[in-house]
């Protein structure tokens, strides 16, 4: 077979049936892999199953971490890209520090210094409280630059626009800058968003039963790797993928050309 | 009208654009502003417009001054139509919305009855057809008469223009011209900055030449084009009007 087949460029797209064939090709890729990873380990996968239900409630908690720390993340990142843009200096000095330092550093990190540390040290002892603090901390220093530049793609001939049609600043954030950054932040927010949930697994570490811990101990008690890691993949996947094509709906039908 | 500058200096970071610059114009309908690129037209208009605040001095219309607090300032920008060199249209916003926004947001009238004024003024401008487009969608000429007409919707006292054909072609340019001209012959007052000499000599009731930072010539456009009696004035005239 000629490779030359499978080039798909512009000017010579490639016809329909090498598009089908190259699913094909993919799919048994897949399946290969699996079927070789799987080999004989129908006895594992009954032990596994009797664990389902620590899945579910890791898997549950995951969820519910992640929607709490993506709202709070959201709010905190928009402040701090708001206070990143401010004329007062010392506000906008500490977004700068802030943004640089979590930005700066691991995850990992974080997790560990926030919870052994500073948790310790103020006595707060809720760790799913303080597993969504910590992400949404995180995760709002990544939203505050991807606001920060949707906001500034807004160009600077359209704020004086606004200006000059007599908007107040929160008249032209709420009419001109927001609904425009909101479509050019889209595709980043949507990345970020996904990060996020996969970022949660992170807090395994401090012993949240999370999706990740759980997966941890089931594979723990039954010393079947695969078939506990297995699962825990795919958990995350059907979380993050319909993000991703929300997003690239959502893409679509705001689309405008400037 | 009367426009008045007490003193006005400006400066952008080193480059002093004006040095304490006095003058008194009176005209009924239309002030024109000419003068060679750089010499400071698009500053003014600014000026004027309290898009930018003077380093000194004042500037008074009709007798009064203008307010130097930002709030005020808006206010008073709510009574001025100002339309840029640059398309100045929100590309998110259908003409008609484009229109609109003022209405609603600032001068807060009701949606309905905004919709009627802003439908009234694009049918007058022969823009009703392209009222739900979004601003890509419409011709140079268009867009720059879209941008007047939600200049004029708001009522404005004074309408500033800022070389608003400055981007078009030849048959653009004339749209609107025209359509100036029109809102002119209704007795609306407005001040322009313009490079298309037979159209101020036409339209206005007052040129003034700026050149340098400096307005060096204030006159009616009879005398002004036959006769301008600043030598860099009558120098701008000759490279301008040799073809
Ligand atoms: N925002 C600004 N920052 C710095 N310099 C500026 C700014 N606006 C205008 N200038 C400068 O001021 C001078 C006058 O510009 P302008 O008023 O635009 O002239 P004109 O409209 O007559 O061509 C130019 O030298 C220009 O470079
Ligand atoms: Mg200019």
Redesign the pocket.
């Known amino acids: 077979m000629n490779a030359s087949l499978f080039f798909d460029r512009p000017n010579a797209p490639a016809p329909r049936w090498v598009r089908v064939l190259t699913v094909v090709l993919l799919a048994a890729l897949l399946a290969g892999g699996c079927s070789w990873l799987l080999a004989g380990s129908i006895s594992n996968w009954r032990a596994v199953w009797s664990y389902h239900e620590v899945f579910w409630q890791g898997w549950l908690l995951t969820i519910r971490i992640s929607l709490e720390a993506l709202a709070l993340s959201s709010v905190f990142g928009l402040l701090l890209a708001l206070a990143r843009r401010s004329t007062f200096l010392l506000l906008r000095s500490l977004a700068m520090l802030y943004i640089e330092l979590l930005r700066g550093s691991p995850l990992l990190v974080q997790i560990l210094f926030f919870w052994y540390v500073v948790a310790a040290k103020i006595d707060f002892d809720n760790l799913p409280a303080a597993g969504v603090l910590i992400l949404s901390g995180f995760s709002a220093a990544y939203l505050a630059e991807i606001f920060r530049s949707g906001i500034e793609s807004v160009g600077s001939s359209q704020l004086e626009s606004a200006r000059a049609i007599g908007l107040s600043r929160v008249q032209t954030y709420r009419f001109v800058i927001f609904p425009q950054a909101f479509r050019n932040v889209l595709p980043p927010l949507a990345g970020q968003f996904a990060s996020l949930i996969k970022d949660s697994s992170l807090l395994s570490v401090i012993g949240l039963s999370e999706f990740t811990h759980s997966a941890q101990q089931v594979n723990s008690s039954t010393y079947s790797t695969l078939e506990s890691y297995l699962p825990l993949g795919f958990g995350y996947l059907l979380l993050t993928l319909p993000i991703i094509a929300l997003s690239r709906l959502l893409e679509r039908r705001f689309h405008y050309e400037t | 009208m009367k426009l008045e500058l007490r003193g006005v200096s400006k400066r952008?970071?080193r480059?002093q654009?004006f040095e304490n610059l006095s003058a008194s114009l009176e005209f009924q309908h239309a002030l024109v502003l000419v003068?060679?690129?750089?010499?400071?037209?698009?500053?003014?208009?600014?000026l004027l417009a309290g898009l930018?605040p003077p380093d000194s001095g004042t500037i008074h219309l009709d007798g009064s001054p203008l307010p130097n607090d930002e709030a005020a300032l808006r206010a008073y920008r709510t009574h001025l139509g100002i339309v840029f060199q640059a398309y100045n249209l929100f590309p998110h916003l259908s003409a008609l919305e484009n229109i609109l926004l003022p209405l609603t947001a600032v001068l807060g009238l009701s949606r309905s009855i905004a919709t009627e004024r802003a439908m009234s003024v694009l049918d007058r401008f022969g823009l009703a057809d392209h009222a739900h487009k979004r601003p890509h969608a419409l011709s140079g000429g268009q867009l720059q008469r879209v941008a007047i007409a939600r200049a004029v919707a708001i009522q404005p006292k004074l309408l500033l223009l800022?070389?608003p054909t400055s981007a078009l072609d030849p048959e653009m340019t004339a749209e609107v011209l025209d359509l100036l001209a029109e809102l002119r012959d209704e007795g609306r007052p407005l001040i322009l900055?313009t490079h298309e000499m037979g159209f101020a000599r036409h339209t206005a009731d007052m040129v003034a030449f700026?050149s340098g930072?400096k307005l060096l010539e204030a006159r009616a456009p009879e005398s002004f084009f036959s006769s301008p009696s600043h030598p860099e004035a009558r120098q701008f005239l000759e490279r301008v009007l040799r073809y």
């Open positions: 952008f970071g480059q654009i003068g060679p690129s750089g010499g400071g037209k698009s500053t003014l208009l600014r930018i800022d070389e900055v700026v930072g």
